[in-house]
């Protein structure tokens, strides 16, 4: 418990980089994938497999020049094309490569370089940039509202075999804080959308959950309890924002696809 | 030799379809792509590995309904998000499935379904369209010439490794012949981007011959001897379309980057 309190103290530098977004956030972003992809490559290193962290790294860097410098969406399309194309030609050193190292190549630069991207993307979404902070509420809201809701009342197991703690009363407990913090923050800042903010609130709920136990899930097919320990006690990145990586794509296509909203 | 001639013939229809074009192509690309995820899919299946195919499916008919239907790219930036998120939810039967199930249930969608994907993509290039020849001139151009070079003057070989029977010289001969029919193409039906067809032709031999190797690394590291057998004694529609798979986002990404194409 103690520890939950204090990593949430550790977030803090976190609530200053969401404030100034823009190139600061863009920056972070970037730097978190990249670490992120390294801890998830580092899992897989534990299992034998060897994804090629320097291919992730021109990935990111490369997804970010492309946000940057051009609204011709045919650059992300080839994005797509060459990050696959390049991992399957990591192969081409046949004897030193088992088909794994090229897959979980690929599986990290979309599940973590691609996914955490989206963070940006709705920071871009011009009046509706605001909504940025939501990713966060929901993912460290329904986290933490879970906890203690779980830790209350908890009874019936959600999932235990990936998550043996986890409860289904902290699960709707979770869902439920979310869509409160969710519905105060959009009475507060953005009165306009509070409707929208509440059902965001609600998927983030949901889909923060998934973004938490995909996690657990690969973290206990790798054989580790972690995936990093940048913080002591705290673990890496990943463990940090396994929740963002499912709760900042819902909330850009909510953004573009529902809202609406066009650059 | 006689079994590669024939099944020089067995592509007639193909020469159909592509005169066709439009929604003939299109359906033709779409049932290609889940032909080949299936094929792509049975190989892992012979490794242990047991990707989603029905997941692959839905993956493909997506796309092409998001072609069909909108011309908003963030939908086809949710698609991705969407095959790899579900591709994760997957491994949620944690007993029964291993994170390999879930990479390569990734990897299909991506190497089949979204690389032949752009064939049908070329095809809506308007005024480029007919260079959708060229993604087949290039690869099967490649793959003729480099064989009878190879025949007739192969001495060192390319890469024993890989593929034992290829040699320097049929590369060689491979992209030269490309290079040849490109604009021999180029200079019939059109002669306005003649350069452009040859740059595309000395594209195509090379990024065509990627594509056969990458196909015999797969089969290789799966230890099958080819991906199917649809017509008996010429392998399945992967051991086929294995150069297509590069060539047509190649020609797609020359079009709409190095040309210019806007739609």
């Known amino acids: ?38 801890e998830f490559y580092n899992g897989f290193r534990k299992m034998g497999v060897h994804p090629n962290f320097l291919l992730a790294c021109l990935a990111a860097v490369t997804l970010y020049i492309i946000n940057l410098t051009t609204d011709k969406y045919e650059w992300y399309m080839l994005w797509f094309f060459g990050a696959v194309l390049l991992s399957l030609l990591y192969l081409f050193n046949i004897e030193h490569r088992k088909l794994e ?34 990713i ?3 993912a460290f809201g329904t986290d ?34 979310s869509v409160i913090l969710s519905g105060l923050f959009g009475y507060f800042f953005m009165p306009d959308i509070l409707i929208h903010c509440l059902v965001i609130g609600l998927l983030g709920g949901i889909v923060s959950q998934f973004g938490d136990l995909t996690a657990s899930i690969f973290k206990r097919k790798m054989g580790i309890k972690d ?7 705290h673990g890496g990145i990943l463990d940090r924002f396994d929740s963002v990586l499912f709760t900042g794509p819902m909330v850009y296509y909510y953004i573009v696809l ?6």
């Open 136 to 138: 966060v509420i929901t």
């Open 227 to 233: 995936y990093g320990n940048l913080i002591p006690g």
């Open 144 to 177: 933490i509202m879970a906890y203690f809701s779980g830790y209350l009342l908890g009874k019936h197991k959600l999932c235990p075999k990936i998550s043996p703690k986890k409860t289904i009363e902290g699960s709707v407990g979770g869902i439920l804080g």
């Open 258 to 263: 529902v809202i609406g909203y066009m650059p």
């Open 101 to 134: 190292d090229a897959m979980a190549t690929i599986t990290g630069i979309f599940y973590v370089v691609f996914f955490s991207f989206h963070v940006t993307l709705v920071d871009q979404t011009g009046p509706y940039s605001l909504l940025v902070w939501l």
């Open 1 to 38: 418990m103690k520890t939950r309190v204090l990593s949430g103290l550790i977030m803090l530098p976190l609530l200053v980089i969401l404030y100034l977004g823009g190139y600061v956030l863009f920056g972070a972003c970037l730097l978190i994938g990249i670490m992120g992809v390294w």
